[in-house]
């Protein structure tokens, strides 16, 4: 997961309508959901970490800045209102939560090896909250045909356009190869997983580090040689961040 930073909210006070945030939002992390980082054209919604409804609800949070990511439909309807324990997850704008996933060639995400006994429970806590280890499925129209594909389906997409790009970077590697691999990441979206099939190739990884808005600002990678830090730096000092 992608790790990002937000940074200081462009308004002194709460949003009044939370709707208003979201072109900044979309301009500062880019238009991909925080949690799957599925590339969201449409239908892109300001997700509130902690719920905006139901008995879980924070409504002081409803406006707030700092409570914003963007979220995908199908990762902000399983969140739904469920309750949110800030410090028994992880969250791409406190945590490096690069660090707490492998995304696999079927599609699947596991927990990472590194993760010692009580970061993998945070880690397991977040796949389960968004729903992110569920099953493979596929939305079929009346004649059958695929109209849709979940976050698993397109996980697998994106893991052979990356493994493909891979192939041409080995044979031929120069400037204008690289610009165009680092587009089609940008238009294929799933960070992570380009960053996991570059992983042999710094200069790579630091080209998507830079490319994908928000994530060098997270203090979560070494621009200089690609490399993991953690914990995560939380330079906004959020409630729990940093755990990772
Ligand atoms: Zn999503």
């Known amino acids: 997961m992608r790790p990002v930073r937000r940074d200081v909210s462009p308004i002194a006070t709460d949003f009044a309508h939370y709707e208003d945030?979201?072109?900044?939002?979309?301009?500062?992390?880019?238009?991909?959901?925080?949690?799957c980082e599925r590339p969201i054209k449409t239908n892109l919604a300001v997700e509130h970490i902690e719920p905006k409804n139901g008995p879980f609800a924070q409504p002081d949070l409803q406006g707030r800045w700092s409570n914003f990511l963007l979220a995908c439909v199908n990762c902000n309807s399983h969140k739904g209102s469920k309750q949110v324990l800030l410090q028994d997850i992880l969250l791409p704008d406190r945590d490096n939560?690069?660090?707490?996933?492998?995304?696999?060639?079927?599609?699947?995400?596991?927990?990472?090896?590194?993760?010692?006994?009580?970061?993998?429970?945070?880690?397991?806590?977040?796949?389960?909250?968004?729903?992110?280890?569920?099953e493979w499925s596929e939305t079929l129209d009346q004649n059958g045909q695929q109209v849709a594909i979940d976050r698993e389906s397109q996980r697998m997409e994106a893991m052979a356009t990356a493994d493909h790009a891979l192939q041409e970077f080995m044979k031929q590697a120069n400037n204008i190869l690289e610009e165009i691999i680092v587009n089609l990441a940008l238009a294929t979206g799933f960070f992570s997983?380009?960053?996991?099939?570059?992983?042999?190739?710094?200069?790579m990884k630091i080209r998507f580090i830079q490319a994908f808005k928000?994530?060098?600002?997270?203090?979560?990678?070494?621009?200089?040689?690609?490399?993991?830090?953690?914990?995560?730096a939380n330079p906004d000092a959020l409630p729990f961040g940093g755990k990772v």
């Open 214 to 232: 928000a994530t060098e600002l997270s203090g979560c990678f070494n621009t200089t040689t690609g490399q993991v830090l953690t914990p995560a």
């Open 97 to 134: 939560t690069f660090l707490a996933f492998v995304y696999e060639a079927d599609g699947k995400i596991k927990i990472s090896d590194s993760f010692m006994a009580a970061q993998a429970v945070w880690a397991q806590n977040t796949l389960g909250l968004l729903g992110l280890d569920k």
């Open 21 to 35: 945030a979201k072109p900044e939002l979309i301009s500062r992390l880019g238009g991909y959901c925080s949690y």
């Open 193 to 203: 997983i380009w960053m996991s099939v570059f992983d042999l190739y710094p200069t």
